[in-house]
């Protein structure tokens, strides 16, 4: 007995020596650390332990200074080795201080994760994200989702920002995911709130079932087994692991889920797919679900009281870890949170999409394509063609933010740099933003505008878009008489190249649903012009991309969404609601809702069809790269650069486009311009007979001094003599439009005219009667023009003059009705109709012609008949003339500016 007992430590040194050899060797080949080495690890470590109990049962006193030395330094290569393998979160324990650090959270998610510990600390790590998952089995289900719940918050915290996502399925309503509830507040993206319904569920796994489709073929195609090497050669950090987190197996589970999970299930670990099911035995399975299917794919890991065991590390019993606690947790999800939102985005430059510069502007042949970004290393392309296979129309969606405004950017500008402006024309139209096209057309101080662009509306209206769509719609009309006299062709690509054949024409339609989101006749007809577009446009090359934050909802479009969406082959998805996803791809499509990033898009040129989804990463098209190119595209076209017809529903018109467009005739002044596709003035006739003149009424100096401006100018710009002017400033000089109204002076003089410009009230009375008298008596010679500017505003003007039985009111009577016969023409600003009538009196007016600004409506209705509707909107104005049915809306020119005055005189000039 003694003699054994003296035995004991050399055997026992030997032992532990050869136990150290065996630890120091594993760590050498640490770096190519494998669960095998892991495990053997901890079963050194048990081993240790186990023979250590011998050897104290043999002769604990000797011992015991032996096995503390041995185990002082197994134990911590150990755990050196269990960190190696799953370092930082994977398996730091829970509540320790290095949870909220940076330097930890967002480091990287790794293949094994901690489970509990053995020994002195030492972490037991098993593999889960490149298997299919875990099934957790527990004696207490409160045990097995607790760890699920820190398995959870482990695998999101250690995540790359946007590189992990959860969902989990509860349909208990255990709220056990509520510890990462900071987190779904703040980036549902991440880990979205659990789901609690069969619906909600199915909702969920269809939605990867696409993503697994979508991975295996791309894995397919690229050669590669796994996930983690698509990415790897990739590079693509967008697409994240899917975790599934379902609590309570098999309750809540139906047929049409358990089918969906076993597809899932199967390959999931190759997918980047992982599963963690808390299975409860007890609970009872619908009679069609078979558990032990799901259940056979994955590991298992068995909790007993406060002891873990996993299969894949079989007789090791950790101990299970504590919970976390909730104040730490909420303290992790912001510290995600915040990582995820300096996420550096990934991003695609948009030169990269751009063809060698020798390649810009190829002859048309049967297509027009571009590039809008990369899917993986495969450039994605649109192609807009009308047939083999007929591709003519876009249909572009994502939520607010998502990227939906560079896209189209990207599409618009990357088709300039392919296609000379004269065999691709575009109409550009938003209905909300305004700001992204705005930098297309031609502005103030920069000469260049995107030589395309034949229709420009920034932040347009319902009105203006019906006068584009109208006007496409006489377009494709026009064209079917070309194809005609070519011998009845039936498609553009059959028409050669030359002078007859009409240029391609893309129309973007940038939150087109507004145009159709009221119940109104307008929509009405919207909604029948754009069905016709889309299925006539395909043959005549107009190619219309239809964008929108969101169509469900918009009412007009369920009744017109097959006719119209039916004849709409691409879509072009980006981050949005799962019902936005299938309203824009189709019923059933979901890809969308599970995308990411901003710039990230599904792309699909077969309706929405799921098997045809491509995930591509749209460039980046940075503002001042896009302004160099259309710059160079401008410089290009040299002067076939026209400018296009810019609409903005907040501005007024431009006096100097119109002149740089249209020349102004005798006769025929200008008011502003129409609600239409045109850069035509609306103009007035204005004839050398009684009623000839125009009454401007309403709010606004600035738009009525605008009216002003654009007769008076095109008066003068047209006439072989110069007219004279007198200006009348009831305004009393008011300041804000007193730049215009000098601009105007100016230009009138540098056309040659003599402009008298009365200012003082006092003076204003005396020169009408002085303006009437010489009307009297003949003694006016030439043609004048009396610019009423704020007659409302003049005191007295229907007093009687002392000494005299009439008033300066009916001295301008005498002008307005006798004036135009003998030459003298008055353009009159009132505030209300009521004054003008009476200074002008009701019945002996004598100007046929109104304009109305800001004005109640009643007294618009005097005027113009009872049914007409007037929205009184600012740069708006209604022009009745007695001549036409209907009044007119017309946009105002803008009072001039001081720096415009020499360019409108010039080209009022030519
Ligand atoms: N493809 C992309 N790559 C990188 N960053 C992008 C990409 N697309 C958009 N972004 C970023 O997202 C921001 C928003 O993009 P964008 O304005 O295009 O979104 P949107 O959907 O049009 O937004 P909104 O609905 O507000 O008009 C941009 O300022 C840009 O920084």
Known sequence: MAQSTEAVPELLEARIRGLQHALAQLLEHARRLTQGEHQRAVQLHRQLQEQTAIARRESRAQVDAVTNEALAVAQPRARVLAHQLAPGLASIPPNDARWTSE????????????????????PVAVPLLRTNGWKVTADRNEAARRLLQSTALRLVAAAEPFRLRIDAFDPKLTGTMGLLGHLTTKYPQLVPRATHTAEQLHAVLSGLVDVSSMRASRQAQLGHKR??????????????????????????????????????????????????????????????????????????????????????????????????????????????????????????????????????????????????????????????????????????????????????????????????????????????????????????????????????????????????????????????????????????????????????ILVVLDEFQVLLEDDDELADEAAKLLERLVRLGRAYGVHVVLATQTIEGVKRLSTRRDSIFGQVPYRIALKTTPADSQAILRSGNTA??????????????????????????????????????????????????????????????????????????????????????????VQLDVRPEAGAGLAILGDGPADALGVLTG??????????????????????????????????????????????????????????????????????????????????????????????????????????????AQGLVTFGWWNRLRVCTEQLGFHNGNLETFLFLRHPIDGVRTVCGSFVRWASEPHRALLWDGLHPEAQVVVPFAALRSDEVERVVELMRR
């Open 711 to 820: 007769l008076a100018l095109s008066v003068a710009g047209a006439a072989v003599e110069p007219p004279r002017f007198v200006f009348l400033d009831g305004t009393d000089s008011l300041p804000s439009v007193a730049e215009g109204k000098d601009a105007l002076v100016q230009a009138l003089r540098l056309l040659g005219c003599d402009v008298e410009t009365v200012d003082k009230h006092d003076d204003i009375g005396p020169r009408i009667f002085a303006l009437r008298d010489a009307l009297r008596n003949g003694q006016l010679g030439g043609s004048t023009y009396l610019l009423g500017f704020g007659l409302h505003s003049v005191p007295r003007m229907q007093l009687h003059v002392e000494g005299a039985f009439e008033s300066p009111a009916h001295a301008l009577q005498d002008i307005v009705r006798d004036g135009p």
């Open 227 to 504: 996930f983690e090497d698509l990415i790897r050669e990739t590079g693509r950090v967008t697409d994240p692991y899917r975790v599934v987190v379902l609590f309570d197996y098999p309750s809540g589970i139906d047929q049409l889920a358990q089918r969906d999970l076993l597809r899932l299930a199967a390959t999931a670990g190759e997918r980047g797919i992982c599963f963690l099911v808390h299975h409860d035995p007890s609970a009872q399975a619908e009679s069609d679900v078979d558990t032990k299917q799901l259940l056979e794919l994955l590991d298992a890991v068995v909790i007993t009281g406060e002891k873990v065991e996993a299969a894949t590390l079989p007789g090791v019993h950790a101990k299970l870890d504590e919970a976390f606690d909730a104040n730490l947790a909420a303290r992790v999800g912001d510290v995600v949170a915040e990582k995820a939102e300096i996420a550096v985005l990934p991003t695609i430059d948009f030169k990269r999409t751009l063809p060698e510069r020798d390649t810009w502007w190829e002859p048309v042949t049967d297509e027009i394509g571009t590039v809008i970004g990369y899917d993986d290393r495969t450039p994605a392309l649109v192609r807009l063609r009308s047939g083999n296979p007929a591709l003519p129309h876009v249909l572009v969606g994502g939520a607010v933010g998502q990227g939906k405004s560079n896209l189209l950017l990207v599409l618009i500008h990357g088709l300039a740099a392919r296609y000379d402006p004269a065999d691709l024309e575009m109409y550009l139209l938003d209905f909300k933003h305004g700001v992204e096209f705005s930098a297309l057309g031609p502005a103030g101080e920069r000469e260049h505008w995107l030589p395309h662009v034949r229709v420009l509306g920034i932040h347009s209206d319902r009105a203006f878009g019906l006068a584009v769509l109208r006007h496409l719609s006489d377009e494709l009309a026009r064209r079917s008489e070309i194809f005609k006299s070519h011998g009845n062709v039936a498609d553009i690509a059959e028409l050669a190249p030359g002078p007859d054949r009409p240029p391609r």
């Open 592 to 681: 969308a809702a599970a995308l990411q990033f901003r710039g990230e898009a599904v792309l699909n040129a077969n309706f929405g069809s799921p098997d045809d989804n491509q995930h591509v990463l749209v460039s980046f098209a940075d503002k001042p790269q896009l302004d160099d190119l259309r710059r160079e595209l401008w410089t290009r076209a040299g002067t076939a650069a026209r400018p296009p017809r810019v609409f903005h529903l907040a501005e007024p018109a431009r006096l100097a486009d119109t002149a740089a467009a249209v020349k102004p005739e005798l006769g025929r002044p200008w008011t502003g311009l129409p609600i239409a596709v045109t850069e035509e003035p």
């Open 103 to 122: 330097q930890f959270v967002g480091r990287g998610v790794e293949p094994y994760v901690r489970i509990g510990e053995v020994g002195d600390h030492v």
